[in-house]
């Protein structure tokens, strides 16, 4: 499996990164272990937390109890868009996408022209429920629109033992636009080789990236806690389209030194000394 272990690797060298970047091309996703710190975690249930309690549930329940008490008056798929909307205003995805290993490999596999997909999920999974938009067969994230030089960044941030996970199938993304039908393939390959990224082995802190190609599913709950994962898209802005990235909103989160430069000029005019006596590092351009 292609585990990297923050806690084992804190000094990640650029030579490194070469090793995983193989890792993605051979295998289509590259688990990184460990590598959100306690501290992170925390913030992001604390945030969890204010957000459910402002939509009614009690101060002092536990996640379980508080969650299960909204979806009462808000369908899961509705409470986590305003879940999500919370977690991006506090600038978790910002947070998560800088920590030095999964920007510097972000970088490594797309150029430091960065956006990440503001329309992402925090996909939920809860014990007896079957909706598709919740419990997800196998699918490609391309059949939704992503491009093929996109990536997923899978997060499974409450993720109690006996919860699930996610099922990927290792070097799917080399078999190209697989057919499907009713969103699940038409056929998977007998010989195919199934990676299981469950919570009985897997942790909160755990971090998946893998190709728009890979082919990937929900494991289903099966206990009556949630389970609460944030997934997002990573793309260069500068890239063509190869989806329908036009019809979806995206949040820049690292500019190149190129683009840092077209920023300052302001327009493709290129105005002269338009930036005169301004001290770039102090402004947004
Ligand atoms: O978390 C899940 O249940 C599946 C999420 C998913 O399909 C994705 O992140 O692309
Ligand atoms: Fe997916």
Redesign the pocket.
Known sequence: MNIIDLDENLKVTWSDIGHYEEMMVNDGYVLLKNIISLELLNQIKKNIHHTLVSLGAQESDPFTKQYNDVIKIIPPFTLNIELKRHFIFAKFPHKILHIPLIFNFLIRLLGPDLAFLID??L???INGKTDHT???KF?Q?FWSGAGYRTF???S?LIFPKGS???EIIKGSHLWGHIPHRNREPLHIPTDAKSVIIDSDHHSERDVVL?HSLTL????PNAIDHP?L?Y??HVRNIFEQDTGFEIIKNWEIFNLSATSKIMKACGNPHLSPFRTLNLNLNESSY
């Open positions: 992402a999920e996909p939920v999974n919740l419990v997800k699918h994230e997923v960044l899978w499974p699930g996970g996610l893998f990937h599913r929900t494991i389970r994962a997934a997002t």
